[in-house]
């Protein structure tokens, strides 16, 4: 028996940094061997292993797709409500039949990159999730009676499987390369919402997963159920687009196994963080000054220890648990305001004062030596 979900693993681990990743608040899970119990909370507004990529023969030329190889379904019939794959063809088509808009969901940009931001702030904010009927569907091995797009924006709760049906209509109308990444965990499965940013060298399956506000790619939504002790054993792509007559169309056209050798597109994110990690404390040099002197416009930034006083200098150590797994080049800003603010709430703690600060330099941005899929940030700051 399945007892667990993609929800009930990850909404346990996030408790400090929800303010700073999702600014959301979490739901709170009791697990036993038999059952689990759930109190819902309104959301509100290292290490490393090697990793050997492959390059992406992912198609998404809707042209290369032959017909026998198409995703069939009979949307005339209500059975497909419980078929994740036929689901991904009506339940999305019925987006398209309907008057309802991304607009609806106060998404009006149609820049790629902001629109999977702007839903996934959405759905965070005001979807959540039905911890009861996802878990009935773990125990059953399967879906059910997945929802529509409206339907879902109206009742305004359903599992993972209504999460990727909604997000794969919007990212569609907003004419993204548009995927549905199915997960099989040791302990239950999941449905994402999925889209693709492949330029130059760069190339990331990036997935919106609930509640989290920021897309992760697909690589670090691996890593963060690998740390919650629920292992991803296999992931299935799906490839979502419209035909010339608007017609929604679907193809399975990966299935991958987590392991040393993976494509390109599930780099996990960690290893996305050391190639940045320069440009990652650069930003930082910038976003933290800005939230001090916001308390203390006298508390300087200085490039360099040499302009600290040492009689007055004080070490802060802080580390940032689990923002590693976040972390993508997309989305890098984003990422390190949130940072930025994790790091100054966590100085706070360690009793750092801004209206004492005279100057600071930040010294360290780095893996957390000593929290997996943490950042550690190593301060110097001049205190009166």
Same mark, same amino acid.
């Given at each position: 028996?399945?007892?667990?979900t993609?929800?009930?693993?990850? !909404? *346990?681990?996030?408790?400090?940094?929800?303010?700073?990743?999702?600014q959301t608040?979490t739901?709170?899970?009791?697990?036993?061997?038999?059952h689990?119990?759930?109190?819902?909370?309104?959301?509100?507004?290292?290490?490393?292993t090697?990793?050997?990529? %492959?390059?992406?023969?992912?198609?998404?030329?809707?042209?290369?797709? $032959?017909?026998?190889?198409l995703?069939?379904?009979? &949307?005339?019939?209500?059975?497909?409500?419980?078929?994740?794959?036929?689901?991904?063809? &009506?339940?999305? +088509?019925?987006g398209?039949?309907?008057?309802? !808009?991304?607009?609806? $969901?106060?998404?009006? %940009?149609?820049?790629?990159?902001?629109?999977?931001?702007?839903?996934?702030?959405?759905?965070?904010?005001?979807?959540? $999730?039905?911890?009861?009927?996802?878990?009935?569907?773990?125990?059953?091995?399967?879906?059910?009676?997945?929802?529509?797009?409206?339907? *879902?924006?109206?009742?305004?709760?359903? %599992?993972?499987?209504?999460?990727?049906?909604?997000?794969?209509?919007?990212?569609?109308?907003? /004419?993204?390369?548009?995927? =549905?990444?199915?997960?099989?965990?040791?302990?239950?499965?999941? @449905?994402?919402?999925?889209?693709? =940013? #492949?330029?130059?060298?760069?190339?990331?399956?990036?997935?919106?997963?609930?509640?989290?506000?920021?897309?992760? %790619? @697909?690589?670090?939504?691996?890593?963060?159920?690998?740390?919650a002790?629920?292992?991803v054993?296999?992931?299935? =792509?799906?490839?979502?687009?419209?035909?010339?007559?608007?017609?929604? #169309?679907?193809?399975?056209?990966?299935?991958?196994?987590? /392991?040393?050798?993976?494509?390109?597109?599930?780099?996990?994110?960690?290893?996305?963080?050391?190639?940045?990690?320069?440009?990652?404390k650069?930003?930082?040099?910038?976003?933290?000054? +800005?939230?001090?002197?916001?308390?203390?416009?006298?508390?300087?930034?200085?490039?360099?220890?040499?302009?600290?006083?040492?009689?007055?200098?004080?070490?802060?150590?802080?580390?940032?648990? *689990?923002? @590693?797994?976040?972390?993508?080049?997309?989305?890098q800003?984003?990422?390190?305001?949130?940072?930025?603010?994790?790091?100054?709430?966590?100085?706070?703690?360690?009793?750092?004062?801004?209206?004492? &600060?005279?100057?600071?330099?930040?010294?360290?941005?780095?893996?957390?030596?000593?929290?997996?899929? /943490?950042?550690?940030?190593?301060?110097?700051?001049?205190?009166?």
């Amino acid at each position: 028996m399945r007892k667990a979900t993609l929800g009930v693993i990850t !909404l *346990l681990l996030i408790a400090f940094i929800s303010g700073c990743i999702s600014q959301t608040q979490t739901v709170t899970i009791t697990e036993t061997k038999t059952h689990t119990e759930y109190t819902p909370i309104t959301p509100s507004t290292t290490t490393t292993t090697s990793t050997t990529s %492959t390059s992406s023969p992912i198609e998404t030329s809707s042209t290369m797709a $032959l017909e026998e190889d198409l995703i069939k379904a009979d &949307c005339q019939n209500e059975h497909w409500r419980d078929d994740y794959e036929k689901a991904m063809i &009506c339940g999305v +088509q019925e987006g398209f039949n309907s008057l309802f !808009l991304p607009e609806d $969901l106060g998404i009006y %940009t149609t820049d790629e990159l902001k629109v999977p931001l702007e839903f996934a702030q959405y759905l965070g904010n005001n979807i959540y $999730l039905d911890v009861q009927k996802e878990n009935q569907s773990m125990i059953g091995g399967k879906y059910f009676d997945i929802k529509t797009p409206f339907e *879902l924006a109206v009742e305004k709760n359903g %599992t993972y499987a209504d999460f990727a049906i909604l997000g794969a209509y919007v990212f569609l109308k907003r /004419g993204l390369d548009t995927y =549905i990444v199915y997960a099989e965990t040791e302990k239950g499965f999941g @449905l994402w919402p999925a889209f693709r =940013i #492949k330029e130059n060298y760069y190339d990331r399956i990036f997935v919106v997963y609930w509640p989290y506000l920021i897309p992760m %790619t @697909l690589g670090g939504a691996i890593e963060l159920l690998d740390f919650a002790g629920d292992p991803v054993t296999k992931v299935k =792509i799906y490839h979502l687009w419209l035909d010339d007559n608007h017609h929604v #169309k679907a193809k399975l056209i990966a299935t991958e196994e987590p /392991g040393p050798i993976i494509p390109t597109y599930m780099m996990p994110a960690s290893n996305d963080y050391f190639d940045d990690q320069g440009w990652v404390k650069l930003n930082l040099t910038k976003k933290l000054p +800005q939230l001090i002197q916001e308390d203390n416009p006298n508390c300087k930034y200085v490039k360099s220890s040499d302009d600290i006083y040492y009689r007055n200098l004080k070490e802060y150590e802080i580390n940032v648990p *689990l923002l @590693l797994y976040f972390y993508s080049r997309p989305y890098q800003d984003r990422w390190v305001e949130s940072l930025a603010k994790a790091t100054y709430e966590l100085l706070k703690q360690q009793g750092f004062d801004p209206q004492k &600060c005279k100057k600071f330099t930040i010294l360290d941005v780095i893996p957390s030596p000593y929290v997996e899929g /943490g950042v550690y940030i190593r301060i110097y700051a001049e205190i009166s």
